[in-house]
Nanobody, 123 residues
């Protein structure tokens, strides 16, 4: 089992940047593929990015590709989401999630979820 804690959210102007972090407990972090999802008010949770267990493979939603970068540091049990050129439509609660089913873009593949961190982008 793994517990996840996100941090790094906040309020930023359009065009700005934020880096989200997700710290995982336990000694088996490197056996989990990790994902970031987001949920805006009144909308369903959507996939943002995912990264494989060893960090060599990453997938992105079309809406963030070229602006966001997912990475991980297995020595620190942490996954990151660097968000650049932020837009008001990126405003949402961002969640990290962990799965041992392999890197995936579908939320039900992920067994473990953090509590989320709010990102607000002002225009």
């Amino acid at each position: 089992q793994v517990q996840l804690v996100e941090s790094g959210g906040g309020l930023v102007q359009a065009g700005g940047s934020l880096r989200l972090s997700c710290a995982a407990s336990g000694r088996t972090f490197s056996t989990y593929a990790m994902g970031w999802f987001r949920q805006a008010p009144g909308k369903e949770r959507e996939f943002v990015a995912a990264i494989s267990e060893n960090g060599e493979v990453a997938y992105y939603a079309a809406s963030v590709k070229g602006r966001f970068t997912i990475s991980r540091d297995n020595a620190k049990n942490t996954v990151y989401l660097q968000m650049n050129s932020l837009k008001p439509e990126d405003t949402a609660v961002y969640y990290c999630a962990a799965t041992q089913e392999g890197v995936a873009s579908i939320s039900y593949a992920y067994a473990y979820w953090g509590q989320g961190t709010q990102v607000t982008v002002s225009s």
